[in-house]
């Protein structure tokens, strides 16, 4: 199955997302999101538009500045991770207590 990835120019990006020029250098500066690094200028995926959405709706839930919001997103990141890694421990240990 073949993976279609949207890009998006700057303009087109914040245009999308509802960000300003200056929120986007102002996120990208904070590793929120990154652009593209196959691009010759900054071009952002889809997978960037979802994280800012997400980002976007945390600030209006929390009222935190951008430094906030990526110090929470990156909690969020942390947080589902580990979750994957205890569903995995889990799944492996169930396994071998059925399988002995």
Excluded at 46 to 68: E, F, M, N, T, Y
Aim: hydrophobic share 45%.
């Amino acid at each position: 199955m073949t993976r279609v990835t949207v890009t998006f120019t700057v303009s087109e990006f914040c245009l999308h997302t509802g960000i300003s020029e200056e929120e986007l250098n102002e996120i990208v500066g904070l590793g929120v999101v990154e652009p593209r690094p196959d691009a010759p200028r900054w071009q952002f995926d889809d997978r960037a538009a979802a994280i800012v959405q997400r980002a976007l709706r945390l600030r209006q839930q929390l009222a935190l500045d951008w430094p906030g919001i990526a110090v929470a997103l990156t909690l969020l990141e942390d947080n589902a991770q580990l979750r994957q890694e205890n569903r995995l421990l889990r799944q492996r240990l169930s396994h071998f207590i059925s399988h002995p």
